[in-house]
């Protein structure tokens, strides 16, 4: 999680009081917290969510590209907290409009609202559905060599040289 208009450590201990009990493992990747274990608790500096999100129920995150692609990749619903950053914000509409996620303003990143919304997502198989969709579509499109690809028919045959 980046940081915009909440703390990682008021993240970290809402996300605790959330999970705890429930038997998910929460990972949460931040340099401004220091890293630790603490029962299903895991924060570091670093996490490889490419290994993680195939086995993920949810993907809580900040609404950067790199994380919204990710989850749509592997299917993942969504709850992202933008804090104030226009593109989050915007990828976060985004993703609701699919209907692979849902949108957390910082000022109700609490342990009912977390609860409540990883229940809805979990439980509403439609979420996993559009995130898996969408990111069907997103493989489809051919990633890096099908941009090229795009790329190299627009150009005229005479700069191809």
Known sequence: MGSGGFSPRRLIRALDEAFRGTGYEIYVSTKQARPLTRGTIHVDRWFDFDRLLPEAAISIHHGGQNSVVSAL????????????????????????????????????????????????????????????????????????????????????PSKRR
């Open 73 to 156: 990749v592997h299917g993942v619903p969504q709850i992202i907290c933008t804090g104030r950053h226009y593109e989050r914000r915007f990828n976060a509409r985004s993703v609701e409009q699919l209907g692979a996620g849902v949108r957390l303003e910082a000022r109700d990143i609490t342990p009912r609202r977390l609860r409540d919304l990883m229940t809805e997502l979990r439980d509403d198989p439609s979420y996993a559905r559009a995130a898996r969709d969408a990111g069907e579509r997103l493989l489809g499109l051919g990633g890096l060599p099908g941009v090229l690809e795009i790329l190299h028919s627009q150009v005229a």
